[in-house]
């Protein structure tokens, strides 16, 4: 803290002193001249309760600075931290640290993305309740938290398998309902065999296995759950513009999303003139062309012909296999209001994942051959200019528009209609979020035989998890077994009706989690629309690289879901996107057979790491950490053996954030960070000493050489100062930056020397004052001054005096 006594004219010149927080960390008040392993342990031990203390003082400060919403991505509660959870919140929380010394209102929330399969599987292993399990492995991880000194605004905890986060995730599924965006069809899905559970896309690999138990996935038909992210392909894409700081990942996004170059339009189908009740979406990249289709064509992989559509018989009889099938069924355009006739095409698949298209014959030379192969006729919809453009003809009050013209103002006016219209690629699917296992988010529906499908009303949410005798892992969903669960009244007709017995994809829990930060206690809706506007959006987000597609683009699509709610004012929720590498250990592998060795079975004394019992030559790589390769590293014994100031450092200091951290077991780095901790302690127990001492330094004792490196360092001491101690007190961790108490603001002024006070009295004016003016500095400098003026500054160590002669 620095002291500074300042004048104006007719006052004297201005005097500046530095003003040393207490920085001794025993009650003793003995400064230990050497920064051993014990000294430490004191030093953290002293300061972890009191920075945790402040750190809540700050955030239970609500006065009208400006906000900074810095936010990592929450973790699953596996019961143990690993050392990337460490990096990524050390990173955060020293963001967090860094913005509350420039004087911001931080947030720095902290949550457990609780539900999803390890938890039902341990449960299964152990006999347990997935609750029990998930609620232990919660309260033992932010034990571990809580050693690693993290500031988190822990009275905005969130937790997704509580009833009170979980009711709001049912809400916003019933919002998405109501406005047709959630819907439930057949679907061949991915099926994992080992964890009995429906995967995304995105949840198999390129050899096509489970991302999560590694078992070959299997093609399967079942009545999914879906979320039609499609609709929202355009807009999030386009958005990506406004996000100059989502370095590395806006192309990841744009590319996952595609080229939205064309839409969906929805067709009532039918059979033998009659309507089937099956609606079907196809897909074209010429919707201002629409009015000239010719045919819908499906691939012989549709579910219409494997599922139990009304359909089925009618497109069996028709389908020739490796031909272009003509069918009895046809499919009535809602938008056009025109029929055509449904084909079975002689293809596998479709461009992208795209199973189904419409064939306009003017837009597509294919499209033509096939309709003329079929003996189809259609509507010529466009014409020619002598300047070769060409303009519409024979669709209805799109005539005469230019195809430029009609593509914007035909798919306009189809999602007025609703009927289709939203621009969407080729290769981007709707977000399929039904899950056949207990512990998830239960879907707040109701089946009943004369209303269909009815939400749950909002007063009788959530719909509890109910307890179930026992779990398998096996066959059907869980929840069928909760027979007095399952068995309810429709709310609509108040008949007798069944519950939806699919749980939700863990995306959805995490989709919105940033939002109920703002408002963890709301119990009325999910966040008050204020607070999130106060907060939102998010200034900083950390995660890792593995959930730049996937997770970030459910969010981003939840964000603006809200937005068009009416929920916020902000469609982004993340303004800067920052990816932390990974930790990787070496890896040790045995070339003939691939296995993995433990660092014991190693013989590290030569030149090259060699197996300990046969001499042999080991696969020396670099993975990210895991037990199964036995590269990992427990955070404890790290924090044991060096302590977390030192961790923390290192962890920062060993590679940018971006960029990945390798371990190293021969050459760690760590040992350097204490040596530079010891001789910023060493610096610092030299400054004590000199400044306690009963000699003035003296100038005239210096020679030329060092009188002209003094002199560059006192020109430059506010700089230097301010940045080092900045550095210090928020890029490592502040129970060593709180000893030295030195942070300071850029000073214009004087400096003419430094005060220790105790830091519990710093923000007192009054006391400081006293302490100051009776501390020898302060008799020597101030005892003859009448004092006009005394302001101590409410963030920065910093005291003015206004003094007269």
Known sequence: MLLAVCSRRPLLDAHLIRLSVRGLFSESGVWERDYKAETRRQVEQWWHGRIQEQWQRDAADQSSRKKFYVLSMFPYPSGRLHMGHVRVYTISDTIGHFQRMRGHQVLNPMGWDAFGLPAENAAIERGLDPEDWTKSN????????????????????????????????????????????????????????????????????????????????????????????????????????????????????????????????????????????????????????????????????HRLLHGSSALKTALLRALRHGRDSLTDVTALNVFTGREVPVVISSKNEFDGHLDTVIGIPESSEEDAELAQSLGLSWISVLKTEEDGTQTLINSDEFTGQSRAEAFNSVTQKARERNAGGYLTSTKLRDWL????????????????????????????????????????????SPLKTARDWLRCQCPRCKGPAERETDTMDTFVDSSWYYFRYTDPQNTLRPFERSRADHWMPVDVYIGGKEHAVMHLYYARFLSHFCRDQGMVSHREPFRKLLVQGLIKGQ???????????????????????IQRDTGGRLQVTWEKMSKSKHNGLDPQEVLQQYGLDTMRLYLLYAAPPEQDILWDVKTDAIPGVLRWQARLWGLVTKLRAAREGPETPNPSVLNKRERSEARKIWENKNYAITQYFTILSSFTHPHLASVFSLFCPQINNKVCGSVSVPREVAQDAQKVQELVLNSPLGVRLLSERVIKKAILSPRTALINFLVDE
């Open 138 to 301: 919660i309260e033992s991880m932010r034990k571990q938290l809580d050693s690693l000194g993290l500031c988190f605004n822990w009275d905005r905890e969130v937790t997704t398998c509580l009833p009170d986060y979980y009711k709001w995730t049912q809400y916003l599924f019933n919002k998405l309902f109501e406005a047709g965006l959630a819907y439930q069809k057949e679907a061949l899905v991915n099926w994992d065999p080992v964890d009995q559970t429906v995967l995304a896309d995105e949840q198999v690999d390129e050899s096509g296995r489970s991302w999560r138990s590694g078992a070959p996935v299997e093609q399967k038909l079942l009545k999914q759950w879906f979320i039609k992210t499609t609709n929202y392909a355009k807009p999030l894409l386009d958005a990506l513009a406004d996000l100059p700081e989502w370095y590395g990942v806006k192309s990841m996004q744009a590319n996952w999303i595609g080229d939205c170059s064309g839409c969906f339009f929805n067709h009532i189908m039918k059979v033998d003139g009659r309507d089937s009740g099956e609606v079907l979406a196809a897909y074209t990249c010429s919707p201002e062309a629409v009015f000239g289709a010719a045919y819908v064509s499906v691939l012989p992989s």
């Open 433 to 476: 979020i039904s899950r056949q296992r207990y512990w998830g988010t239960p879907i707040p529906i109701v089946h009943c035989g004369a209303c269909g499908p009815v939400p749950v009303p909002v007063e009788e949410l959530p719909v509890m998890l109910p307890k179930v005798p026992s779990l398998s892992g096996k066959g059907a």
């Open 587 to 609: 890896t040790f592998r045995v070339p003939e057979t691939g296995q993995y060795l433990k660092k014991e079975d190693i013989d590290f004394s030569g030149p090259e790491p």
